[in-house]
């Protein structure tokens, strides 16, 4: 049986999803807040696949550390382009998992080129369940709204 051949978007549509993906990382940084940040991205593919990519970072104020080698981000970075752009990605969901004083989950479909937040207590359902640990509090919290590239554009006219 031949394999599902992936639809190959267009350089314009790629180029446009990247922006999205870059704009996407920097309104995301800041929205999350100091800590440690694990972001993990699930996405399923056209022809079935299932891919998924991680990306840890750390921000402390006036800095950002990614906590991965250069090829793991760019490897977290296309599945994010990719979900953006839409048409080799069937479904994907991005979780945000921070460590402080406890663990605080919270998530975002990625659909029509953006991160539309999901509401806690769906995430509480579909979110993997970490170890029990009394001495650690999780709470899944409402995903920050990120402000779409055009949003930006328009509020500045």
Do not use: K, N
């Not at 969901?93 to 402080?100: C, G």
């Amino acid at each position: 049986m031949p394999e599902m051949e992936l639809p190959r978007p267009d350089d314009a549509a790629t180029a446009s999803a990247m922006g999205r993906a870059l704009h996407a990382l920097t309104a995301l940084f800041p929205a999350l807040g100091e800590g440690s940040h694990e972001l993990s991205i699930s996405a399923e593919r056209t022809d079935g696949t299932e891919v998924s990519a991680d990306l840890y970072v750390t921000v402390e104020p006036g800095s950002l550390r990614v906590d991965h080698s250069a090829e793991e981000y760019v490897q977290f970075f296309v599945l994010l382009t990719f979900a953006l752009e839409d048409s080799t990605i069937r479904d994907a969901v991005l979780i945000a998992t921070t460590t402080d004083a406890g663990i605080r989950a919270c998530g975002w479909d990625l659909r029509a080129g953006w991160l539309h937040p999901i509401h806690p207590a769906e995430l509480q359902t579909a979110a993997p369940s970490f170890p029990a640990d009394d001495a650690t509090p999780y709470v899944v919290w409402h995903a920050p709204m990120l402000p779409r590239p055009h949003d930006a554009a328009e509020e500045r006219s």
